[in-house]
């Protein structure tokens, strides 16, 4: 009975014990030795995508005894977004030289049409050309106009130039729009009310006062004279809103989510000077900064633009 134990001998059941032991001791490598391997492939998973968001990532040539399938297949990923990377910044540079020789080429042209047209304007004509004077002088300046702000916005949407947002006063943007437009609004007779302000928001002092100059010119436009034309801001928990008013003809419904497409002109755009292009900048400014445009209006009751900027920076 001494030396069985269920029918195995003290030998067999030592070699048993011994079996076992060496079992375990198997097992217990092969998990260290995956463990390993898996926090070095998560390293090196790691590695690759910080690599990646550096830019500085290039695809090695990896064989399935050194990387697991996932690294190699994350690696083909990711140089292919590299390779994507690159061909945008190219891109980008290309389109920022294509802007530049625009701006370059046109600019002399058009200020000599310009300028000869107002020495023409000084020398004696016959009454007949007076009229085609002053229309090639007031295609010229539209030209000017339209190449200017087409500029500005290839600038914007291709990332070319951003703006670039601080905390500040309103108050200041608002007394250079009046001063710039107050001579235009009386010129046509209508009336600009700019109300002074103490909110604060964050923005781009330059590019926000080319985007509700664009709002404030508009309205300027659209409205007959003996009309008014407001600028006022409000602040709210997360934004400040800076509304344009007008007494002009109104926009209908179905084409408002169309106005702010380049070069779309609404029904009663026929009457009025311009070239479509200023409220999709206006729009494009304001959505680089964190902010957003809304349209409130009604045929014949005029309309309202509200420029939303945020109180805070974007991340």
Same mark, same amino acid.
């Given at each position: 009975?001494?030396?069985?134990?269920?029918?195995?001998?003290?030998?067999?059941?030592?070699?048993?014990?011994?079996?076992?032991?060496?079992?375990?001791?198997?097992?217990?490598?092969?998990?260290?030795?995956?463990?390993?391997?898996?926090?070095?492939?998560?390293?090196? *998973?790691? +590695?690759? =995508? !910080?690599?990646?968001?550096?830019?500085?990532? @290039? /695809?090695?040539?990896? &064989?399935?005894?050194? #990387? %697991?399938?996932?690294?190699?297949?994350?690696?083909?990923?990711?140089?292919?977004?590299?390779?994507?990377?690159?061909?945008?910044?190219?891109?980008?540079?290309?389109?920022?030289?294509?802007?530049?020789?625009?701006?370059?080429?046109?600019?002399?042209?058009?200020?000599?049409?310009?300028?000869?047209?107002?020495?023409?304007?000084?020398?004696?004509?016959?009454?007949?050309?007076?009229?085609?004077?002053?229309?090639?002088?007031?295609?010229?300046?539209?030209?000017?106009?339209?190449?200017?702000?087409?500029?500005?916005?290839?600038?914007?949407?291709?990332?070319?130039?951003?703006?670039?947002?601080?905390?500040?006063?309103?108050?200041? *943007?608002? +007394?250079? =729009? !009046?001063?710039?437009?107050?001579?235009?609004? @009386? /010129?046509?007779?209508? &009336?600009?009310?700019? #109300? %002074?302000?103490?909110?604060?928001?964050?923005?781009?002092?330059?590019?926000?006062?080319?985007?509700?100059?664009?709002?404030?010119?508009?309205?300027?436009?659209?409205?007959?004279?003996?009309?008014?034309?407001?600028?006022?801001?409000?602040?709210?928990?997360?934004?400040?809103?800076?509304?344009?008013?007008?007494?002009?003809?109104?926009?209908?419904?179905?084409?408002?989510?169309?106005?702010?497409?380049?070069?779309?002109?609404?029904?009663?755009?026929?009457?009025?000077?311009?070239?479509?292009?200023?409220?999709?900048?206006?729009?494009?400014?304001?959505?680089?900064?964190?902010?957003?445009?809304?349209?409130?209006?009604?045929?014949?009751?005029?309309?309202?633009?509200?420029?939303?900027?945020?109180?805070?920076?974007?991340?």
């Amino acid at each position: 009975m001494n030396d069985w134990f269920f029918g195995i001998t003290p030998g067999q059941l030592a070699l048993l014990l011994g079996l076992g032991a060496l079992v375990v001791t198997a097992a217990g490598v092969g998990v260290a030795v995956y463990g390993w391997y898996t926090r070095r492939t998560m390293r090196r *998973l790691e +590695q690759m =995508l !910080e690599q990646t968001i550096a830019g500085s990532f @290039e /695809q090695g040539d990896y &064989s399935e005894a050194r #990387l %697991s399938r996932l690294e190699e297949k994350l690696s083909r990923f990711l140089h292919s977004s590299q390779l994507s990377r690159r061909a945008i910044e190219e891109d980008r540079g290309r389109i920022k030289s294509l802007i530049g020789d625009i701006s370059h080429q046109t600019k002399t042209p058009l200020a000599n049409i310009l300028l000869y047209g107002q020495l023409l304007d000084e020398q004696p004509l016959p009454e007949a050309a007076r009229p085609m004077l002053a229309q090639i002088n007031t295609e010229a300046e539209k030209l000017q106009f339209l190449i200017e702000a087409l500029v500005k916005l290839s600038r914007l949407e291709s990332g070319v130039v951003q703006p670039v947002t601080q905390v500040q006063s309103l108050e200041p *943007l608002l +007394q250079a =729009l !009046e001063h710039s437009f107050r001579p235009v609004a @009386e /010129q046509k007779g209508v &009336s600009l009310r700019v #109300l %002074s302000t103490g909110a604060r928001a964050c923005f781009d002092c330059k590019w926000t006062q080319e985007a509700v100059g664009n709002l404030v010119d508009n309205a300027i436009k659209y409205t007959p004279a003996g009309g008014h034309v407001s600028v006022a801001c409000e602040q709210y928990a997360m934004f400040c809103r800076v509304t344009v008013r007008d007494d002009g003809p109104g926009i209908p419904e179905s084409e408002q989510a169309a106005v702010f497409r380049r070069f779309y002109r609404g029904s009663a755009a026929p009457k009025s000077p311009g070239v479509g292009v200023g409220l999709a900048l206006a729009r494009q400014i304001a959505t680089l900064q964190g902010g957003y445009i809304k349209l409130a209006s009604e045929p014949g009751k005029g309309s309202e633009f509200s420029l939303y900027l945020p109180l805070e920076a974007q991340m």
